[in-house]
């Protein structure tokens, strides 16, 4: 194609084209003047579809979204390094949920670079740490073959946002060609003398545990799962996770407590820990006092395979290598009455769980408020739950938006809490520009409630004014319903059980996006 | 204080005792976890005011304006790495203002350091590049000499933001001691070498100038730049500046102009460009053919001080050294009558120069519509304007807020493009909070303006369907009216003259926050 003259192609066509060819569907974007060439790029090029993001945390956000649901990466355009400061945040996210990426990051034109133009900055130094891959395309000639690596890279050994600088005058000018076309890379299959020395180790286990990320919470990957549940391996996913498949039909594992006291007490006794998928679990943060590493004293950690590996395989391999046949159960459906009383984050789950469609995905960023409808939804109709893994707030509606871009034809229910939401809520007018199917519940507590939560339990002693005054939202109050709206998404406030329940299966059966404003107390 | 025993401190005590010692009086904060310490540190100390914001990039912005009002840093308080991220576009721009900072961004408890949790990062890779100055307090025992010494490397040699890391077991440990009080540092002086040849130069010139920046932009500054212009040295600033007294009684300097071709036009003939306050100019962007140094052949540039020097100091000598005892005329006061019609950024910027009070602080994010009011405001009340330096849009408003809490007694204007203010739409809500006197005028024109005129400057084509779907907000019209009210500031839309005339009038008078929603066309 690069050698046909009537072919002639500008380095940014060459880089789109490639993502193109490679299944890249989606650009989450906002550009700028050095990125001109990009945006006429991707004019030109009808297999990927743009979606204007008002703020580049909302574009990375989204992006993780999309790959979270169709498996690939999604391409983002991020303007210089304060573009890819702004989107930030989410990259490292999407890191920690190892979730493929394309970040591609307009810089100044090469003979620019050196004069320290108002923009300019050190994007690779400042991209480099959240990053499994960068490098910049300095000629026009390599931006093709250097996006099928940012691709590849994204993907493999370890997935994740891998960058991808693109020069001005490497966009504008002629000569790019397609860059080699590569083979989607697989992920590590087990490893038969680990999976033999696993073996050992659980038949000689008093308590053996299996702790599970990435492939393993596929449906298939949870068949697995409950073999090894019937054969006495207890099964427990990471706190955070990606994406999880749940409800009805699906083995219900268990799940690592998020506060270090409260996971160490739930070990108890656990003499052996496999690990598939994931890595050694750690607290999320250091208290005065308490364990950082969340492994009990005498308890004998094995990594059968960390994020590069495909561990419902290794799940598989192992069951086998167990000669277990059974299956503990799946989750039968089970959906609750309707809820009634003040409005509380039990509930809103209990609301949840009774309306969410078949297919629904999830995007929980609910601080905390997540848990009760999480538990809740165990027994609902089958669905996926995608989890804030990274500890960045102000994911949740950016997730949301781009799952919905890659599912259209599903729901997807977005669980905020409104300190999360007001970092990007941004992504709400990009959900209506696009329609998207995403049913956003924002709960309104007008506080950073865990973060009164976590003041007593790092001993910091009890709020003065000034510390209250930066753990509460409640001067002034939001207006949800107001700020959607202003947004362009419908929206309603309630503040009951039964007005909830009501909102919240009108908001599943309408068409786009809808708010739900979901008063609930902060103590 | 540190040695007696009654006054025992923690490492986060020591760290804000020692700032507020170093006159350090406002805190922009958006804490975490990880932080709970120096939210308790703040309870304690009363000479620091603390503003929470809802987004690390309001807070950020607000320390900036803070420091370009007061001439002192502003603290922040920042969440991890993720929060820094969240911060980054507005340090940036910060760093491009000279503005001196102290970014105090909390980490990991140095033993939890190692076991890679999610929110952890390398935050020293990740801030380094936009900071002047870098360290983490790993030991609450040096936690308060830190903070002395990111307070004077703030604002020594060149001013900028530096970066105080402060793990949370050095910010909840006790055994803090303050810092050894600095001496506020002094800004480079004249060199007289430098000035001798200068003279010289100007004197062999046909077409001098001289283009400043810095302290030059005071009201003294200016009062040396117009003895310079009566000498015959065309007296030019900056495209954009950090701020700039204006108005009656103060000399007006020429401004370079923004668009490279334009700028070029306008230096034809120079032989000698002097340098005070600032660099040699250098393109915003570069574009195809276009120069990117904005100096003509044959021009002579000296640098008589850059950013680390008084460049009002160095006009002075230069003035004195030129025998130039006459001062090129200073603005008269020349108020404009009423606009009437349509409302187009003219008619806004008539009104602004009718009703601005006296010592109003202008902060400007207007993108393409800011450049009307900026000329018309010539000869208005004496007042100061601050500009987007770095050119990451969504500073506006932030600093705005940060101005208002710096000048309790004054007024803030804040000029914002629609997309620019997108950006950063939570600090209408700090804005409520502190009753800031700021009022905001948002140009409402549902466009990425600028980018419309730059997709034909950079000749990427005529935009199709994608293009125009990435530069236009028109699907949905965002109402900035409810979207004000949402946060609690009172806002009201206009688009005839008479009526913006009417609003702003009004919003100047009223106490606390306002916005006018300014319909103005977008082409």
């Known amino acids: 194609m690069a050698n046909d003259p009537e072919q002639a192609m500008t380095g940014a066509e060459a880089l789109v084209s490639t993502l193109a060819d490679h299944g890249v569907a989606a650009c989450f974007a906002n550009p700028g003047t050095s990125e001109m060439h990009l945006v006429t790029a991707l004019d030109h090029e009808p297999r990927i579809h743009s979606v204007l993001c008002l703020f580049e945390g909302v574009a990375t ?12 990466p999604a391409m983002t355009l991020l303007h210089l390094g304060a573009g890819y400061l702004n989107g930030g945040a989410n990259i490292h996210n999407a890191r920690r949920a190892w979730t493929p990426m394309v970040n591609v990051i307009g810089d100044h034109a090469v003979p620019h670079q050196r004069y320290d133009a108002p923009l300019a900055s050190d994007i690779r130094g400042m991209a480099g740490p959240n990053s499994v891959w960068i490098k910049s395309a300095d000629k026009a000639e390599t931006a093709g073959e250097l996006a099928a690596e940012a691709w590849e890279a994204s993907l493999s050994p370890v997935p994740g946002p891998a960058a991808l600088i693109l020069p001005a005058d490497t966009a504008w000018l002629e000569g790019g060609k397609s860059g080699k076309t590569r083979a989607r890379p697989m992920l590590w299959g087990p490893d038969a003398a680990r999976i033999d020395a696993a073996v050992k180790a659980v038949k000689a286990a008093a308590k053996p545990m299996i702790l599970i990320n990435g492939t393993a919470l596929t449906e298939a990957g949870l068949a697995m799962a409950a073999r090894l549940k019937a054969a006495g391996v207890r099964v427990m996913t990471d706190t955070f996770f990606p994406r999880q498949a749940r409800g009805a039909g699906r083995f219900i594992p268990d799940r690592m407590q998020y506060f270090a006291e409260a996971a160490m007490a739930d070990l108890e006794g656990c003499d052996l820990m496999l690990v598939a998928g994931s890595q050694v679990p750690v607290a999320f943060f250091a208290y005065p006092g308490k364990p950082s590493v969340l492994v009990p004293d005498g308890c004998t950690t094995m990594m059968l395979g960390g994020p590069e590996s495909d561990s419902a395989a290794i799940l598989g391999a ?5 000669g277990a ?3 503990a159960p799946a989750a039968p459906l ?5 809820p009634a009383g003040d409005l509380n984050a039990v509930a809103v789950g209990q609301s949840i769980a009774r309306h969410m469609p078949e297919g629904t995905f ?5 601080v905390s ?8 939804t165990q027994r609902a109709k089958p669905h996926d739950w995608m989890m804030l893994t990274g500890g960045a707030i102000g994911q949740g509606m950016p997730l949301a938006l781009g799952a919905a871009m890659a599912a259209k034809d599903r729901k997807v229910l977005c669980l905020t809490g409104d300190g999360a939401a007001m970092y990007t809520n941004q992504a709400l007018w990009s959900m209506a520009r696009e329609s998207a199917n995403v049913v956003t519940v924002v709960f309104v507590n007008h506080s950073y409630r865990i973060l009164n939560i976590e003041m007593a339990r790092t001993g910091a002693g009890n709020p003065g004014p000034t510390a209250k005054g930066m753990l509460e939202l409640d001067r002034p109050e939001i207006d949800w319903v107001a700020l959607s709206t202003s947004l362009g998404v419908p929206a309603v406030a309630v503040d009951t059980a039964e007005a909830f329940d009501t909102a919240l299966q009108r908001a599943f059966a309408a068409e786009g996006p809808q708010l739900i404003a979901a008063h609930v107390p902060a103590r």
Do not use: K
């Not at 192992?318 to 167990?322: C, I, R, S, V, W």
């Not at 089970?334 to 309707?338: F, K, Q, Y």
């Not at 408020?369 to 809740?376: D, R, S, V």
């Open 325 to 327: 046949r059974d299956a």
């Open 334 to 338: 089970d959906l609750p009455g309707a």
């Open 318 to 322: 192992l069951a086998d290598a167990l």
């Open 369 to 376: 408020n997540g848990l009760p409808a999480f538990l809740m």
């Open 362 to 366: 999830v995007s929980d960023d609910g």
């Open 61 to 72: 956000g989204a992006a993780d979204g999309y790959a979270r649901v169709s498996g690939g």
